[in-house]
């Protein structure tokens, strides 16, 4: 099994760009899809990102996901920030165990 | 449009029992593999169980294994969950979420996500 580490929280002002980050502790990023979720308080996860790059639709193309395999991790990435992205965003990949992991979820402040 | 709803949560004893349910609504639900997944207090996402569009195959995460039992009743577009022996960090918002990939993918993800239900484990 592996892990998923995302940082515990980020901030960026409205307008700005962010980038949130998910690393593998074992076995290849490109191994296995990573999806991108956001929960606003009081909500459930809804889906931002999935197959690593590809949005839903509705999703804004404010929104954008990559993977980097020399850092063995993926990224969501939010431009133009709007104070309605502030979230909580977490990761997700699958283990063939099977398993679907999770990262532990960033806090998106929009200050 | 494609609805899931929870209940079935509420406050319970250790060592006790509690079934969870999710009725399905606005897809075809003997189409698609359904999955529980939980949120302690405060905490992060954790899957717990899956299962197959026809029941023939089910997964658990280790934390709930021997203890929890996931279930379907095609018939009725419901999922449930069956939690025994529940412990104090059974404690969670409880989420069921269908199990959706695109045609020939060989990976799925959870989508949508019902509004969840708390359970608490307390004496």
């Known amino acids: 099994n592996f892990m998923l580490t995302q940082p515990h929280s980020v901030s960026e002002s409205p307008g700005k760009t962010v980038t949130i980050s998910c690393t593998r502790s074992?076995?290849?990023?490109?191994?296995?899809?990573v999806q991108w979720y956001q929960q606003r308080p009081g909500s459930s996860p809804t889906t931002v990102i999935y197959e690593d790059n590809q949005r839903p639709s509705g999703v804004p193309d404010r929104f954008s996901g990559s993977i980097d395999s020399s850092s063995n991790s993926a990224s969501l990435t939010i431009s133009g920030l709007k104070t309605e992205d502030e979230a909580d965003y977490y990761c997700?990949?699958?283990?063939?165990?099977?398993?679907?992991?999770f990262g532990g979820g960033t806090k998106l402040t929009v200050l | 449009q494609v609805q899931l709803v929870e209940s079935g949560g509420g406050v319970v004893q250790p060592g006790r029992s509690l079934r969870l349910s999710c009725a399905a609504s606005g897809f075809t639900f003997s189409s698609y593999g359904m999955h529980w997944v939980r949120q302690a207090p405060g905490k992060g996402l954790e899957w717990v169980a899956v299962i197959w569009y026809d029941g023939s195959n089910k997964y658990y995460a280790d934390s709930v294994k021997g203890r929890f039992t996931i279930s379907r009743d095609n018939s009725k577009n419901t999922l449930y969950l069956q939690m025994n022996s529940l412990r104090a960090e059974d404690t969670a918002v409880y989420y069921c979420?269908?199990?959706?990939?695109?045609?020939?993918?060989?990976?799925?993800?959870?989508?949508?996500w019902g509004q969840g239900t708390l359970v608490t484990v307390s004496s």
């Open positions: 979420a269908r199990k959706f990939s695109p045609p020939a993918a060989t990976e799925d993800w959870f989508d949508p």
């Open positions: 074992s076995g290849s990023i490109a191994s296995n899809y």
């Open positions: 997700q990949s699958y283990d063939s165990s099977p398993n679907w992991v």
